[in-house]
């Protein structure tokens, strides 16, 4: 069962076409990478998916609950970091949001002594952790991970990766990974696409991309 399907969506801001004729697939319990260059169409199509952005055509399906990691964040840095949390189940249950707080610190062990807090306060890092947290408050089916190393150092990255991979691991949870770091996200995903100019260049498993020469030479001699 496919958790996110697009196929043919075309997005066009005045006379500027930001998606032409896209089309990606995100199977339940899967990790994705899309992967390009700044400018390619990934924010464009990720606010599509969400719903945020109205297509010119073609088609997007959400199966079951989606939740997004944004780009830089975007915490409220002068709430604490348990409020932060609790704001990502505005959707749900008032009396639900105490457990289920409860929860995403049984699952990111690492927010326990950061919970009271200001959000402003932390590091990238840690706001990052935040922003994860807050994701998981509405119960999601699939993530969808905007920029996951934006502004963090390798090491940082390296270890909100390996959280990413045992939440995906634990909870079956989908994960749609938006990265310019091509290496990163191909290390982390089993399959991937490549989106440049607002059209689909390439996809494939993430061995298959590795291997192309093409995708090698534009992505992954250098972190992007």
């Excluded at 076409?17 to 697939?25: H, P, S």
């Excluded at 409860?102 to 306060?121: Q, T």
């Amino acid at each position: 069962m496919n958790v996110i399907e697009a196929e043919d969506l075309v997005v066009r801001y005045g006379t500027a076409t930001a998606l032409d004729r896209v089309g990606l697939r995100v199977a339940a319990g899967e990790l994705v990478a899309l992967i390009g260059p700044n400018g390619a169409g990934k924010s464009s199509l990720v606010n599509t998916v969400l719903g945020i952005v109205r297509p010119e055509s073609g088609r997007v399906a959400v199966h079951g609950r989606a939740a997004l990691v944004p780009e830089g964040r975007q915490l409220f840095g002068d709430l604490t970091v348990d409020d932060n949390l609790a704001l990502g189940a505005w959707r749900r249950r008032r009396d639900s949001k105490a457990r289920d707080t409860g929860k995403v610190y049984e699952v990111l062990p690492g927010l326990v002594r950061l919970r009271k807090r200001r959000a402003g306060s932390l590091s990238g890092g840690e706001q990052q952790m935040v922003a994860f947290g807050r994701a998981l408050m509405a119960d999601p089916d699939v993530v969808v991970v905007d920029e996951l190393s934006l502004g963090l150092a390798p090491l940082v990255t390296a270890d909100l990766a390996a959280q990413l991979r045992t939440l995906n691991a634990e909870r079956g949870m989908a994960v749609l990974l938006i990265e310019q770091n091509a290496r990163l996200a191909l290390d982390l995903c089993s399959r991937g696409y490549v989106l440049e100019a607002g059209r689909i260049r390439a996809e494939g498993t993430a061995a298959e991309l590795t291997a192309s020469a093409e995708v090698a030479d534009a992505y992954l001699g250098a972190v992007l």
